[in-house]
C-alpha cells in the first residue's frame, strides 16, 4: 500500500478527535476543520517517521495552530469568519478533502450541545494561552509537560495558566446553559420562519411591540433605519436569511451573515420570555471588529 495512503488512514483514525479538540478551543466548526486541516498538511510534508504516539503528535499539531489562531484573532480583533480558506494555491492532499465531510451539520450541533454553551461562552473570556492549556489539561488530560511545549512555557508555568483558568471559569458569572439554549432556539425559529417565508412563524417569535434598528452601513445594505411592530418585522424579514447563521454575539445568542465566509453583517437580538424584544443590525466594519463571535 502506498505509504501517503497509510499516513493519509492513520491520520483519518485521529479526525474526529482531532476536531474535538480545536473546537473546544476556537468556538467555530469552520476555524476547527481549518485547524484539523494544517494538521494533516503538516503531517504529510513532515512524516510520521520517529512519531511514536502519533495521536499526541497530531493533539499538539492542532494545539498550536489553534493557539496561533487564537493569538492572531485577539490581535486583529477578527471574528473567524473573516479567515480565508485560502491555501496560497497549494493543492490539498486527497485524502484531507476528502476526510472535510466526515463532520456533518448534525453532528456539529450534537457537539456544541456536548461543550454547552454557557462554557463556550466563558471560554471567550480567556487569554489564548490560559485557553489551551485549561482545555488540554481539563477536558482531554494532557499532562502540563506535553502543553508546556506547546504554549511555549515551562511546565510549572504551563500549571499556574491551567490554574488560573479554572479559577476564571468557576468564578465568571454566565447566562445559565437552559437560558442560552431557550434564546438559541427562538433565534432558530426566527431564521427557520425567515428562510421558508412564513409569516405567521416570524409572528411567533416577534413581541408584538418589537423594534429593529440598523446602523448606517447596514442601511447602505438594504436595511431601514428602525422598523417597530411585529408585523412590520416579520414583512421585512420574510424569505431572507438565505446566508444567516446562529452565532453566539457577545456572549448572546444571534445572526451572522457572512457569505462566502466573509462577514457583512450581524444582528445583535434581545430575547425576553420566549420573544425577541429588539434587534440591532450591524454592519459598519470597525463595530463589527469589535464583537465576540463564534458560529453554532
Known amino acids: 500500500m502506498d505509504e501517503q495512503k497509510i499516513l493519509g488512514d492513520r491520520f483519518e483514525a485521529n479526525r474526529r478527535h482531532l476536531y474535538r479538540v480545536a473546537y473546544?478551543?476556537?468556538g467555530s466548526?469552520?476555524?476547527a476543520e481549518d485547524a484539523v486541516q494544517e494538521a494533516w498538511l503538516r503531517l504529510s510534508r513532515a512524516g510520521a517517521e520517529g512519531v511514536d504516539n502519533l495521536s499526541g503528535w497530531l493533539t499538539t499539531v492542532v494545539a498550536r495552530v489553534c493557539l496561533d489562531m487564537l493569538r492572531a484573532r485577539k490581535a486583529r480583533r477578527e471574528d473567524p469568519l473573516e479567515?480565508?480558506?485560502e491555501r496560497g494555491g497549494e493543492e490539498r492532499p486527497a485524502a484531507a478533502v476528502a476526510g472535510q465531510v466526515t463532520i456533518d451539520p448534525e453532528q456539529e450541533a450534537l457537539l456544541a450541545d456536548s461543550v454547552g454553551l454557557a462554557l463556550l461562552v466563558v471560554l471567550q473570556t480567556l487569554a489564548p494561552a490560559e485557553r489551551v492549556a485549561?482545555?488540554?489539561?481539563d477536558m482531554f488530560d494532557l499532562s502540563f509537560d506535553e502543553i508546556a511545549s506547546v504554549v511555549g512555557r515551562t511546565p510549572v508555568a504551563t500549571r499556574q495558566l491551567a490554574s488560573r483558568a479554572r479559577r476564571r471559569v468557576q468564578g465568571q458569572p454566565a447566562v445559565p446553559e437552559v437560558d442560552l439554549n431557550r434564546q438559541r432556539g427562538v433565534i432558530e425559529a426566527f431564521l427557520a420562519a425567515s428562510r421558508g417565508g412564513d409569516f405567521d412563524g416570524l409572528l411567533a417569535v416577534l413581541d408584538p411591540d418589537v423594534v429593529v434598528r440598523a446602523d448606517g452601513a447596514a442601511v447602505k445594505l438594504g436595511s431601514v433605519p428602525e422598523m417597530r411592530g411585529a408585523d412590520a418585522v416579520a414583512r421585512a424579514f420574510k424569505g431572507r436569511a438565505r446566508n444567516a447563521q446562529v452565532a453566539l454575539v457577545d456572549g448572546a445568542p444571534g445572526v451572522v451573515v457572512a457569505p462566502n465566509g466573509k462577514l457583512?453583517?450581524?444582528l445583535r437580538a434581545k430575547i425576553a420570555n420566549g420573544f425577541i424584544i429588539e434587534?440591532?443590525?450591524?454592519a459598519d466594519p470597525q463595530r463589527l471588529?469589535?464583537?465576540e463571535l463564534a458560529v453554532l
Open 289 to 291: 471588529a469589535e464583537l
Open 279 to 282: 434587534v440591532e443590525a450591524i
Open 264 to 266: 457583512l453583517l450581524v
Open 134 to 137: 485549561f482545555v488540554l489539561h
Open 24 to 26: 473546544r478551543m476556537l
Open 83 to 85: 479567515v480565508s480558506d
Open 29 to 31: 466548526p469552520g476555524e
